[in-house]
T-cell receptor
Framework: GQSLEQPSEVTAVEGAIVQINCTYQ??????LSWYQQHDGGAPTFLSY????GLEETGRFSSFLSRSDSYGYLLLQELQMKDSASYFC??????????FGTGTRLQVFP | DAGVIQSPRHEVTEMGQEVTLRCKPI?????LFWYRQTMMRGLELLIY????????DSGMPEDRFSAKMPNASFSTLKIQPSEPRDSAVYFC??????????FGNGTRLTVT
């Protein structure tokens, strides 16, 4: 089957660094994306890894290892506004995007 | 661009009634996706279109659900008859090929 697993919840304090992991058990994913969703809002795109390695976008970085079926999102210098749910999503060869189980991040002052 | 536009924002209906959700994608986007989000099941892909043609509807729960895209600027998701378990937030998203998805604000459906 197709599944992308994430921890259900992560907590951290302002200014800290947090890593949200994503593991998947399927073949055929050729890229991994990350989306952010605030309560009551729509998912918004954060980052995409087409190849293995690290992609950096400001305070956010994303990593992919296709041989390990594993990726993560790294958030640095956490701010209160980063409190949200974060989803990894795998792209299949026919452009079908499957979302992970989601991780709720709570940032405390 | 106004982004992906969904209507209505909220829908409350009684079990057995027909529900129609609407979506206007961003102009020029080749792909349109319908997702359903619940606490229990997360974000589920229901169906997606490429150039108005349905590509994969394997996520559509059952025959009560149907989706159409009569032209590049409009899509509908219909539930007939609706059931309480259909209560969820339904998102429409569009994208160019090999590009991130742009989501609409969603329709919150409550079936009583």
């Amino acid at each position: 089957g197709q599944s992308l697993e994430q921890p259900s919840e992560v907590t951290a304090v302002e200014g800290a660094i947090v890593q949200i992991n994503c593991t998947y058990q399927t073949s055929g994913f050729y890229g991994l994306s990350w989306y952010q969703q605030h309560d009551g809002g729509a998912p918004t795109f954060l980052s995409y890894n087409a190849l293995d390695g690290l992609e950096e976008t400001g305070r956010f970085s994303s990593f992919l290892s296709r041989s390990d079926s594993y990726g993560y999102l790294l958030l640095q210098e956490l701010q209160m506004k980063d409190s949200a749910s974060y989803f990894c999503a795998g792209t299949r060869v026919n452009d079908k995007l499957i979302f992970g189980t989601g991780t709720r991040l709570q940032v405390f002052p | 661009d106004a982004g992906v536009i969904q209507s209505p924002r909220h829908e409350v209906t009684e079990m057995g009634q027909e529900v129609t959700l609407r979506c206007k994608p961003i102009s020029g986007h080749d792909y349109l996706f319908w997702y359903r989000q619940t606490m229990m099941r997360g974000l589920e892909l229901l169906i997606y279109f490429n150039n108005n043609v349905p590509i994969d509807d394997s996520g559509m729960p059952e025959d009560r659900f149907s989706a159409k895209m009569p032209n590049a600027s409009f899509s509908t998701l219909k539930i007939q008859p609706s059931e309480p378990r259909d209560s969820a937030v339904y998102f429409c998203a569009s994208s160019p090929r090999n590009s991130p998805l742009h989501f609409g604000n969603g329709t919150r459906l409550t079936v009583t």
